[in-house]
């Protein structure tokens, strides 16, 4: 066998070699975790994201709520005064 030969034929099964660790590696992932650790690990942030997500909303109906209660004391306040005033003249 010529010398390129024999180092191209090592390469390949070591890659080959590669190839079935990366395999078993992550075959043994899922069977212990029921799914890959990267995609747990996606499926974690994407949960996150969404749990953030529900909060801000519920923030900003909060935030709504305030305001609308600001406006309404204001107005209740505008109209008190109004009527003080009317009534001292």
């Known amino acids: 066998m010529e010398a390129l030969t024999a ?5 390949n099964v070591l890659q080959f070699a590669e190839l079935l660790a ?9 069977r212990d975790h ?7 690990d996606i499926e974690l ?13 519920h923030a900003e109906v909060i935030g709504a709520s305030v305001a609308t209660s600001i406006t309404k004391e ?10 003080e ?5």
């Open 7 to 11: 180092i191209a034929l090592v390469g």
């Open 22 to 30: 990366k395999l078993i590696s992550k075959t043994s992932e899922i």
């Open 34 to 40: 029921g799914t890959t650790l990267t995609n747990g």
């Open 45 to 57: 942030a994407i949960s996150d994201l969404v749990t953030m997500g529900q909060r801000a909303e």
């Open 74 to 83: 204001e107005h209740v306040i505008t109209t008190c005064a109004d009527h």
């Open 85 to 89: 005033f009317l009534s001292d003249h």
